[in-house]
């Protein structure tokens, strides 16, 4: 699955607001089909980075090429066609409607209807609903949801909804998927199933992910490599192993490095 071709490239990229560096020439490579760990502490720039990458911010210096191409001059509107899924750490859920209808939400950026076709009822629109239908109960068959479809999402554990929430962002065919904090709020056992999921999502759908994590333990459990951020800078980059006996790594997050 993983090939020396780069999926993601991140080319010296800031990000200033104001006076404020968030982000200070940060640089380094996805190959496809990888998992990478993305660690720091708040404020580090993690978020910034997953913003700039999703096109929620602008960069004031570098570039970012996906699958060979820049993409900071494409809309956010774009980003789900182009390849690129998110999930959120503050889940993006509408808690009133159903679990299937909350997955099929993330397919709609692949359909192509548009008002006029749904207005005028057209015969292929009830034929991509129907496909979209069909897909969205793969993707709940693959996360172990689909006995939840048609129950509100609101009324069911946070676990489960920290899974649709993987779901939804599954449904757009993302050839990169960036998980923000997918273990926030998770029990044990709900983390080993993660370290699965996310596992089985590279290995099943061929997805390469960027993963931002407070939890240690998976982070080096799941990823290849692991880039750690600091004030804005990238302060290592290797696989699991390096990073966890890296001086400054274990000094400023590990907290068992020596002065």
């Not at 998770?186 to 407070?214: K, P, Q, Y």
Request: proline content about 4%; some cysteine.
């Amino acid at each position: 699955m993983l090939t020396a071709d780069p999926l993601l490239n991140v080319q010296d990229v800031s990000v200033h607001f104001g006076g404020i560096v968030a982000l200070d020439g940060v640089s380094f490579d996805i190959p496809r089909g990888q998992i990478v760990g993305l660690i720091g502490p708040n404020g580090a720039g993690k978020t910034t980075l997953f913003n700039c990458i999703s096109r929620l911010y602008n960069v004031n210096k570098g570039d970012i090429l996906f699958n060979g191409k820049s993409i900071l001059k494409s809309p956010v509107y774009k980003m789900s066609s182009l390849g690129v899924g998110r999930t959120f750490q503050n889940l993006a859920l509408f808690a009133n409607l159903t679990v299937l209808d909350n997955v099929m939400i993330g397919g709609h950026s692949t359909c192509k209807a548009d008002y006029l076709s749904n207005a005028l009822h057209l015969p292929w629109i009830k034929r991509e609903e129907k496909e979209l239908r069909a897909r969205s109960m793969d993707v709940l068959r693959f996360m172990g949801l689909e006995q939840t479809a048609l129950q509100r999402i609101g009324d069911l554990p946070f676990g489960v909804q920290k899974r649709l929430e993987i779901a939804r962002a599954l449904l757009s065919k993302p050839k990169l998927l960036l998980m923000d904090e997918p273990a926030g709020g998770l029990n044990h056992n709900e983390l080993s199933e993660l370290v699965a999921t996310i596992r089985r999502i590279r290995d099943e759908f061929g997805t390469t992910v960027l993963l931002v994590e407070h939890h240690m333990g998976l982070v080096m459990e799941v990823s290849e490599k692991v880039v750690a951020l600091s004030f804005g800078r990238k302060l290592a980059e290797g696989s699991p192993k390096t990073i966890q006996e890296h001086p400054d790594v274990i000094e400023a997050y590990l907290g068992t490095g020596k002065k």
